[in-house]
């Protein structure tokens, strides 16, 4: 048998590139976080010591420190006890991540809505079979003190509860990650001369929410959901943020 000519050079194949030093370290602490070596909350060894078991200069570990921490993977705190320390997961992390998006212009308002809609459908169905009166009578007080607040800032933060209260019904911390996120951003364009107009019609629907979450009827329940983020996208769109 014949052997095969060999592929050409053109044929696809590209130059390995070697990682700057700094990458290795940053790649070799997301490996160790995700295996459970390092957890929230421990603390890197010192500078000098890191250059020390890299074999690598402190000016790259403090590159690689750096990247960390824009990265949210760790926080640098000061004083005699600081030092690198692992972070826990946060909301905050993902929301900047995709208010990135959003500002450069990667991701519109309209994708960014669509996909809230799809989420929160699927979080309003699984708190409908998975959740307890403990979770429904507490979404049932955050509407209550959603009525009395008159501060729309107050309001916000009934909102941003009402929402992780719904999402930790699910039982997947990944839909409470999202939710949060999500919430987080599309907060910045809801302003407009309409807002006040908006609210009124919320608290009947959180009321018809968190009646069918206890019935357990998960249709009503997710085309209530819709039908309020619906009027939230046309607020949006008759009321762009400046």
Known sequence: MMAKPAIGTGAGFKPIKTQRAFEVVCDQVRQMVADGTLKAGDKLPAERELAV?????RNAVR?????????????????????AFIQAAENEHVAQAMQDFVHLGKVSLDELTE????IQAIVVRLACERGTEAHFDRLAEIVEQTRIETDIDARYRCAVEFYQVLAEATGNRIYALFVGALSSILQAFIAGPDYRTLQETLIDSRHRLVNALRERDCDAAVAEMTAHLDRIHTHMQENPAR
Do not use: D, P
């Open 115 to 118: 996909a809230r809609l799809g």
């Open 53 to 57: 078991r890299f074999q690598i200069s």
């Open 63 to 83: 590159e690689a420190l750096r990247s960390l921490e824009m990265s949210g993977i760790i926080r640098n705190e000061k004083g005699v006890k600081g030092g």
